[in-house]
């Protein structure tokens, strides 16, 4: 399956995430075939914005997923002792506690 000829084809059903504008004419170039995963990177021929979808083929029915947010570190067990020795040492009401 020529995936960019498909989501070429379909590009203009979606819209740039940051100019808003239809997708049509831009730029694809495919970054992973795992097949039904396709990773592809577009790139918005309005703006010039460069961003990465996963598509997951099934079925004939095609799905596009915007890029997962990028996820914050794990709390270390250092940030959990700061929180205690706070809480430890505060006499107050949590409101001020949180103002602070
Ligand atoms: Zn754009």
């Known amino acids: 399956m020529d995936i960019l000829a498909v989501i070429r084809d379909r590009?203009?059903?979606?819209?740039?995430?940051?100019?808003?504008?239809?997708?049509?004419?831009?730029e694809?170039?495919?970054?992973?075939d795992d097949d039904p995963m396709f990773t592809v990177q577009v790139s918005c021929a309005?703006?010039?914005?460069?961003f990465v979808v996963v598509l997951h083929v099934r079925h004939g029915r095609r799905r596009i997923r915007p890029?997962?947010?990028?996820q914050a570190p794990p709390i270390g067990a250092d940030e959990?002792?700061?929180v205690?020795?706070?809480?430890?040492?505060?006499?107050?009401?949590l409101t001020?506690?949180?103002?602070r």
């Open 11 to 26: 590009a203009g059903e979606y819209d740039c995430p940051v100019c808003h504008r239809s997708l049509d004419g831009c």
């Open 96 to 99: 001020e506690l949180l103002r």
């Open 80 to 82: 959990v002792l700061d």
């Open 46 to 50: 309005h703006c010039g914005v460069t």
């Open 67 to 70: 890029p997962a947010p990028p």
């Open 84 to 93: 205690r020795e706070l809480l430890r040492a505060h006499t107050g009401s």
């Open 28 to 32: 694809l170039s495919l970054v992973k």
